[in-house]
């Protein structure tokens, strides 16, 4: 008779050549059953072949062998193949060995792939290498895929034709780890800057379809790359979709992600429910994140078990957040050690916290190599505040670059040391590079240094006509603006200057007035005479006096005119000895002359 080929194998996808108008109820597969078995009762190999096959996939090995091993006395190769599934249930290995060589013989795929797969479990790599690549030149997606696998771990790159290959017939593994090496080799291009000039698809964008084929037909960590890939991109709610897709097939990475897309779209109770889910599954992350809630909320007790629950999970981030939490509460010495124990695993912030916890309580010698060990994997923070000892020290020159490593990544305060030195050194163009990085990035000192290198290079303004507009402000008055509104005292002083210059009183008042209440010497005694010349002497005179008493000489000075003014020569003279001793020597001068003078008057 006709040989049927593989209908009923099992280690392919368990399909049957069927009637168009077969009833898929209970009774019509009995019905089947009882049909196909009246068949091979008759004698019908066929018959015989399907039947043991049924049996088999029913578990019920003792019905189905007499079944099979007659059909397979007939010539049926997928009665051969499914032979060998059987004794290999049973244990006897080598003999369905024996029975899947023949299916193979015959032309049966799945055969070629059962025993390509039996050779590579034995050691045998050539001969399962033959046998996987007859049964994947037949198009037998395992095939396709057990060849690919067996390539890839010889490292030879036509794995990843083969493993299209069992992609392309849906194979959902195959889909996943070829969507994987598509990431991979993005991953390469982008650090090395590949381009060859031509048009052709993404490697990312083909990885995201494979993902997406492997999601669809099930696969958990598939759909936990694909929910990261729309995440990334910005399409949360599709990615939330396949995070819990995954999270309920019992990715526990998927619920921690499916955790942090709730609670940063302020749903925090439901994020909790997947965090504590993926906890329990060993999701050191998600334990961290359950320690940190209950930190926030001040359940410390639950936060520390929750941070030991990470660091159990072989999470180090458990160690310094229990770090991190001891050292809140002042608890100092289980602060260290835990940053202790996280520094050796390799956690360079604790390496970093370590050493700041050292310094603060002055041991700057044993703080130094965690500095560096930190700064050296990588730590920004840890870099700047080398660059922090280092100067405390007097080492300029060793703490520069340091400074400049923080910088090079993005620290606002480094940058600003940066350009602070190079100001010191005459390199005029670094000192605004930098200081410009250090503004930009929010320093208001860099604000206010940087609009003073602007300022000096500005020519004379020119004397205006009468009628004329007084010009925009320029580059450097909006640094100084910028430094002035985040609360930098001299910046507003220096507003208040070149806003008195425009002539206007208002603006000039309102910025020296917050930079003498802030305390300002400057603010105070230049708030004073803008009083003053508007005619408001007595409150021009407090603001004076809060200026002198702060070592402003030039308010004392004029305090000491005023009272001399007054009548008040003994209010006058002791204002006129303060001038005298704070100075500059200008200031000294007069002030002397004044004192003498009214010391004559009182003694006359």
């Not at 006709?2 to 009995?30: H, I, S, Y």
């Not at 809140?328 to 202790?340: D, N, V």
């Not at 602070?420 to 605004?432: F, N, Q, S, T, V």
Request: charged residues 25%; proline residues 2%; hydrophobic residues 40%.
């Amino acid at each position: 008779m006709d040989v049927m080929g593989d209908k009923a194998t099992l280690l392919d996808t368990g399909r049957f050549v069927q009637p168009p108008d077969r009833d898929e109820t209970g009774d019509g597969e009995a019905v089947d059953e009882a049909r196909t078995r009246l068949a091979a009762q008759a004698g019908d190999v066929e018959a015989m072949s399907v039947l043991g096959a049924m049996l088999l996939r029913r578990g019920d090995l003792d019905g189905a062998e007499p079944l099979l091993r007659a059909a397979t006395a007939e010539g049926d190769r997928a009665a051969a193949n499914n032979l060998g599934v059987l004794l290999h249930q049973r244990g006897y290995t080598d003999d369905a060995a024996g029975w899947w060589r023949i299916a193979a013989v015959a032309g049966s795929a799945a055969a070629a792939h059962a025993l390509g797969r039996y050779h590579r479990e034995h050691g045998d790599e050539p001969a399962a290498e033959y046998w996987l690549r007859q049964s994947a030149e037949q198009g037998h997606a395992l095939g396709a895929y057990a060849l690919a696998d067996l390539l890839e771990h010889r490292g030879d790159t036509a794995a990843e034709q083969w493993m299209r290959s069992a992609a392309e017939r849906g194979h959902r593994e195959a889909a996943y780890r070829l969507a994987r090496a598509l990431d991979r080799q993005t991953q390469r291009e982008d650090e090395h800057g590949t381009d060859n000039g031509v048009d052709a698809p993404s490697a990312g964008g083909e990885a995201e379809q494979w993902y997406r084929q492997a999601a669809a037909r099930g696969h958990q960590r598939a759909a936990l790359q694909l929910g990261a890939i729309l995440e990334r991109r910005g399409e949360l709610k599709e990615a939330g979709r396949w995070y819990l897709t995954s999270a309920k097939d019992g990715e526990a990475r998927a619920a921690c992600a499916l955790g942090f897309l709730l609670r940063d779209a302020g749903d925090t109770e439901s994020a909790a429910v997947w965090w504590l889910r993926a906890a329990q599954d060993g999701d050191g992350n998600a334990a961290n994140a359950l320690g940190a809630l209950h930190a926030e909320r001040g359940e410390t007790q639950t936060a520390e078990r929750w941070y030991r629950a990470a660091m159990d999970a072989g999470d180090v981030n458990g160690a310094y957040n229990l770090g991190l939490l001891c050292a809140e509460q002042a608890r100092t010495a289980q602060a260290e050690q835990w940053y202790r124990r996280a520094a050796y695993a390799g956690h360079r912030e604790a390496a970093n916290a370590l050493a700041v916890l050292l310094l603060q309580g002055g041991d700057a010698t044993g703080a130094e190599p965690w500095f560096s060990k930190a700064a050296e994997a990588g730590s920004v923070d840890a870099a700047f505040n080398l660059g922090i000892l280092f100067a405390g020290r007097g080492e300029e020159g060793v703490a520069l670059p340091w400074y400049e490593r923080a910088a090079a990544a993005g620290h606002t305060e480094a940058a600003l040391q940066v350009g602070i030195a190079r100001l010191r050194d005459g390199d005029e163009r670094e000192a605004e590079r930098h200081l410009r990085c250090a503004a930009g990035g929010g320093s208001a000192e860099a604000a206010y240094r940087l609009a003073s290198v602007l300022d000096a290079r500005r020519p004379p303004a020119p004397a205006h006509e009468l009628g004329e507009q007084v010009h925009e402000k320029t580059e450097c008055e909006e640094w100084y603006e910028r430094a002035a509104s985040q609360g930098h005292r001299r910046a507003q002083v220096r507003v208040g200057m070149l806003a008195a210059a425009r002539g206007d009183v208002v603006e000039a008042a309102r910025w020296y007035r917050s930079a003498a209440e802030a305390g300002s010497r400057n603010g105070a005694f230049n708030l004073g005479l803008l009083l003053a010349r508007e005619g408001s002497e007595p409150e021009a005179a407090v603001w004076w006096a809060r200026a002198a008493d702060a070592g402003h000489g030039r308010a004392a000075l004029r305090l000491a005119l005023v009272y001399a003014r007054r009548g008040e020569l003994a209010e006058g003279q002791r204002w006129a000895d303060r001038a005298v001793t704070l100075g500059p020597g200008e200031v000294s001068e007069r002030a002397a002359r004044l004192r003498d003078a009214l010391r004559q008057e009182l003694t006359a």
